[in-house]
């Protein structure tokens, strides 16, 4: 029988050469067992995988992401099963964290949320994270659902780690698999369940086919089926698809429609600055990014959270409300309050130059000596 703590890291892979050997440098001594199901290589992927375990399995590609990760599942030995794609990695700090967590896992815990860091800026901070179900007690009560953008629904005591997977991509994805996979799903018949349907929608998108994805998000609203944050992402997505089509009030009523389901995030506060801004009404833009600066991330919701929305954007941005307005003491203000966010932006640097002109060019003039 396998220690209560122990952990298989299970993965899928297909052609990933360029990063897996970084993947499982980066892990293969913080787990107990590594199971690799492989899609059909034809690179040296399975060579590279050969260097950390003996537990590779081929899997027949079947348009069917959680059919392959359940695969890869059922052949974990451990008490726990964890998942990572190939282009995901585990920083030093964050090795630590992942050690201490493992060593206080035990019979009482089902599944461990750990954030998921997918976006950075240029000087590499976080911009882009969300919560994912990550380690998944491996007793049978839990699988994959869903043929793309696949997920488990944790079940039994879920607890909440700050050990972060970190996805570093080197190349982009195939940028059509997911909309196929979908649109053949729906040309055998198959109705898609909510959480698919939000994904399915947020492909067409992807694609710029803005009506076809604006009637998705619409029914999947209606519905009224699906998980919280994926209907205020959806209000939000709408609204980009309306913005597309040209038709700006719409988008700003799907954007306010969002309130409908909860109170506001600052991602969509900050949509709506940037709404009013984009038709230069100052005051009305400052108003709701002042709005988004007072909102709390809760990043504990599972749903995805754009960390500059909660100080750096709006801080800047209404800087450059300010601007418009005249109003430069109150500007440079708030550009130094986006600096306390991010003090090595260039956006904050160039803003700092500016109004150091513009104050030098005022006590240059006649009269202020």
């Known amino acids: ?83 990572l794609d190939a282009d995901d990695v585990l920083l030093e700090a964050d090795r630590q964290k992942f050690k201490d967590l493992k060593a206080g896992l035990g019979a009482q815990v089902d599944v461990v949320m750990l954030p998921y860091n997918v976006g950075f800026d240029a000087q590499g901070n976080v911009t882009f994270s969300y919560y994912r179900e990550r380690i998944i007690r491996n007793n049978g009560t839990m699988c ?12 039994g005591q879920v607890i909440y780690g700050d050990c972060a997977v970190t996805h570093w991509k080197l190349h982009p994805s195939d940028p059509d698999r997911n909309l196929r996979i979908f649109e053949g799903l729906l040309a055998k018949g198959e109705l898609l369940e909510p959480r698919q349907q939000f994904y399915y929608g947020r492909e067409l998108y992807y694609h710029k086919q803005y009506e ?24 939000r997505h709408a609204a980009l698809c309306l913005y597309g089509l040209g038709q700006r009030q719409r988008a700003l009523a799907a954007l306010l429609h969002s309130f409908a389901y909860d109170l506001p995030r600052a991602e969509i506060c900050c949509d709506l600055g940037r ?46 409300c300010y601007n ?23 956006a904050v640097a160039y803003n700092r130059a500016y109004f150091a002109a513009l104050q030098k060019e005022a006590e240059s003039e006649p009269g202020n000596c």
């Open 1 to 83: 029988m396998s220690e209560a703590n122990s952990i298989s890291l299970c993965m899928i892979v297909r052609d990933e050469e360029d990063v897996l050997g970084r993947c499982l440098e980066s892990v293969y001594d913080l787990v107990d067992e590594i199971v690799i199901v492989d899609r059909g290589s034809q690179d040296g992927t399975k060579e590279i995988a050969a260097a950390y375990t003996e537990r590779i399995f081929d899997f027949t590609w079947i348009d069917d992401f959680a059919a392959a990760r359940n695969a890869a599942f059922a052949k974990a030995s451990c008490a726990y099963c964890m998942w």
């Open 144 to 155: 994959w659902q869903g043929a793309v953008h696949e997920a488990i629904s944790p079940k």
């Open 212 to 235: 076809r994805a604006l009637a998705v998000f619409e029914a999947f609203l209606a519905d009224g089926r699906g998980w919280l944050e994926n209907k205020l992402d959806a209000c």
């Open 275 to 320: 709404h009013f801004v984009e038709e230069e009404a100052w005051e009305q833009a400052i108003y709701w990014y002042q709005r988004a600066l007072d909102c709390q991330r809760r990043d504990a919701s599972g749903g995805f959270v754009q960390q500059d929305a909660y100080g750096y954007l709006p801080c800047l941005q209404i800087c450059v």
């Open 324 to 346: 418009r307005l005249g109003r430069n003491i109150e500007a440079a203000a708030y550009n130094e309050r986006a600096a306390q966010f991010k003090p090595d932006c260039p």
